[in-house]
């Protein structure tokens, strides 16, 4: 009876391990015998890519350090842990726990290894050190020039009209850029805080492109630059959060018509695609990217509204394009006065509504970023 039950706590302690999504594995040896793997649960199996059962420590964890940690844990029958970091397409990051097992003193020493993915931690972290010194970097700038022309205005300007208006005018100026630069991070940090949660709401996009192209028409009458927005019939509401969708549709067309020189044309078009790959196909020949993709697994059933903002302006170079996204990123030589963060910004959001972004452009020939967005069912 008692032989009964121990089979059967076997077998429910391994179908356990199976059922783990940390990868588990059993290496056995020591006193002089090469370290092997007895035993590798589905998780692990799946990132080894191996047979696991029977092969060499070194097949699966290939890291020396790794390997000399496990193996003075397996020969001194004591616990470990080492870090490390897998190279391939994606690097991975990971830290091994080894413990050893309780065994018969005639057999082999056995440990159980596991392993913790710390990529999305590690990346996390790296993001945040990363966005910490780009935010304090474009902060100390504006700062360091209001600094300098306090300073100016409490001595020898301070009787100087003429410069004493310039100098107020330019600290004016960078006031308005911090301001600007803290409202754009409190929307990010707003934005990625409800990441994860999908809006439920229907938005009438032809509507939301006019209210916004009637918002910023002092813009681009300042700047003599023409909207022009155009629906296609069949182009129905889409699940989404209107003022992020307003929010998004101004970051495109802002950037576009800044872009653009005097007396030019942004196109705005409102597009119907039965499905995702429809909905990503590039709208011209010539260079384009896709930024931001969703599960294709998740495709909307109902199919996409495609958001296409064409400018006239000088385009942007191949190795400029994989890196529009990120915080603060600007391409040499086309600031436009911008904060850095209204792409990354239009990133999240749609990211945000399950949908993709795209960007098609070429130096010379302008750009085209497209959004594209879930219909909403009906009824």
Do not use: C
Request: hydrophobic share 40%; glycine share 8%.
């Amino acid at each position: 009876m008692s032989e009964v039950a121990d089979r059967a706590g076997a077998g429910a302690a391994q179908m356990i391990l199976e059922l783990l999504p940390e990868p588990v594995i059993l290496v056995q040896g020591g006193g002089g015998e090469t370290a092997e793997i007895a035993y590798g649960n589905q998780a692990a199996r799946e990132v080894f890519r191996i047979e696991l059962a029977g092969a060499p420590l070194g097949a699966a964890l290939r890291r020396p350090e790794v390997l000399e940690t496990i193996e003075a844990a397996l020969e001194a029958a004591t616990a470990a842990e080492v870090a490390f970091e897998t190279i391939g397409v994606q690097p991975r990051f990971w830290r091994a726990f080894a413990r050893p097992l309780a065994t018969d003193p005639d057999g082999p020493n056995q440990l159980v290894v596991v392993l913790r993915d710390e990529t999305d931690a590690r990346r996390t972290e790296r993001m945040r050190a990363d966005f910490l010194a780009n935010a304090s970097h474009e902060l100390r700038t504006p700062l360091a020039s209001l600094a300098g022309f306090v300073e100016t205005l409490r001595t020898h300007a301070k009787d100087d009209a003429e410069a004493r208006e310039k100098f107020l005018g330019i600290m004016a100026q960078q006031a308005t850029r911090m301001a600007r630069l803290v409202d754009d991070l409190l929307s990010l940090s707003r934005i990625e805080l409800n990441e994860h949660i999908a809006p439920s709401g229907k938005v009438d996009l032809p509507r939301t492109v006019q209210d916004v192209t009637d918002a910023i028409r002092p813009l681009t009458e300042e700047r003599k630059v023409t909207v022009s927005a155009q629906a296609d019939a069949d182009v129905r509401p889409v699940v989404g959060d209107r003022d992020q969708l307003v929010q998004v549709i101004q970051n495109l067309i802002d950037n576009a018509v800044k872009y653009t020189p005097s007396g030019g044309r942004v196109y705005v078009r409102l597009e119907a695609a039965g499905s995702l790959d429809a909905a990503r196909e590039a709208s011209r020949a010539g260079v384009g990217l896709s930024l931001l993709s969703p599960d294709p697994a998740h495709e909307a059933p109902q199919g996409y509204v495609v958001i296409r903002v064409v400018d006239e302006g000088p385009g942007i170079a191949r190795q400029h394009l994989p890196r529009l996204s990120e915080r603060f990123y600007r391409v040499e030589g086309q600031r436009s006065g911008g904060t850095g963060l209204g792409l990354a910004i239009v990133k999240h959001v749609v990211n945000r509504h399950r949908g993709g972004l795209t960007v098609e452009s070429a130096e010379g020939e302008g750009s085209t970023f497209s959004v594209y967005l879930p219909v909403a069912a009906q009824g």
